[in-house]
């Protein structure tokens, strides 16, 4: 299986916002997406595409990935947004994100459309997608919704919108109002995360809302992280240090990953399956443990 792209930080940046667009394009996040959803008012979604093409087409993104947030598939403008964003962006065009995905038929048709506008205007490359899981049919339907396209690099958790759709009581950053006994996003996190790893793509966690508490974005990214998302969405560009420090991983964590792995190595040629280090034991899970984090460092080297 192969290890997902570097996905640490995914900056959010309306499509209408052009003084913000080199801005981005000089970020540290791994990946930038130019919202024509959420970010956007109804009535400049289509005017927004126009933006979000030239920003693609001439700006210098070096080597961050750049993306697009298309309209959900069941309202008016989302055939509009693939077909003249892939179109005017080609090969400037990394990735586009899906909202709102309910079912694998959602990530199928915008597979096949895509298909179908790469080979008409011979398209040098293959658009990739990444796909939010953000109300209850996603997340009942997650496992299908990853496994749903080859063209698949991530899977997004998005409280937002899950909360309106399960009818939560959440504050702002998404956090329930009244005392919750453990994780309130457990479940669903879970679910997600599940269905990545399934897919062998990335799983990325939710924006946090308030970029004026760092504190608070830190700690949901160092949850996410201890279960085994791979980033967070950064709403504010003071975000993007935050997700990349916490999700790669620490000098500590590769130093224990070589001397396990060396220790381990060493056993295996003396004919023994476990050994220790430290008087902790090291057998097949750690080896494993270790090359998952290894791979993770050289990914982010790159």
């Known amino acids: 299986m192969s290890t997902p792209p570097l996905r640490r930080s995914e900056l959010a940046t309306p499509a209408t916002n052009e003084r913000m667009f080199a801005k981005a394009a000089a970020s540290d996040a791994d990946l930038v997406f130019l919202d024509l959803e959420d970010a956007v008012a109804p009535a400049l979604r289509e005017e927004a595409r126009g933006k979000a093409v030239r920003a693609l087409n001439e700006y210098d993104w070096g080597t961050t990935a750049r993306a697009v947030r298309i309209n959900a598939i069941h309202t008016k403008w989302a055939y509009g947004d693939i077909i003249e964003v892939v179109e005017g962006a080609r090969e400037n065009l990394d990735t586009l994100i899906v909202p709102k995905a309910t079912a694998a038929r959602d990530v199928w048709w915008v597979d096949v459309l895509l298909t179908q506008i790469e ?131 620490s000098d500590a964590e590769i130093e224990r990953a070589r001397r396990n792995l060396a220790a381990y190595r060493t056993a295996e040629a003396d004919g023994l399956g476990a050994t220790s280090v430290d008087g902790q034991l090291v057998d097949a899970a750690h080896v494993k443990l270790a090359e998952q984090i290894l791979a993770h460092q050289s990914v982010a080297a790159d």
Request: net charge negative; aromatic share 10%.
């Open 119 to 249: 080979e008409r205007i011979g398209l040098g490359k293959r658009i990739r997608l990444e796909v939010l899981i953000e109300d209850v049919a996603g997340v009942a339907h997650a496992e299908e919704i990853a496994t749903a396209s080859d063209r698949l690099d991530a899977v997004i958790f998005g409280a937002g919108d899950l909360s309106v759709s399960q009818g939560a009581r959440v504050d702002t950053n998404f956090r329930p109002r009244e005392p919750y006994p453990g994780d309130f996003w457990y479940y669903a996190r879970m679910r997600v995360l599940t269905a990545a790893r399934i897919a062998g793509i990335a799983a990325i966690d939710a924006p946090y809302p308030d970029f004026r508490d760092p504190e608070g974005y830190e700690q949901d990214a160092r949850a996410a992280a201890s279960l085994g998302f791979n980033g967070k969405w950064a709403i504010h560009p003071s975000q993007i240090e935050i997700g990349n420090r916490v999700f790669r991983p």
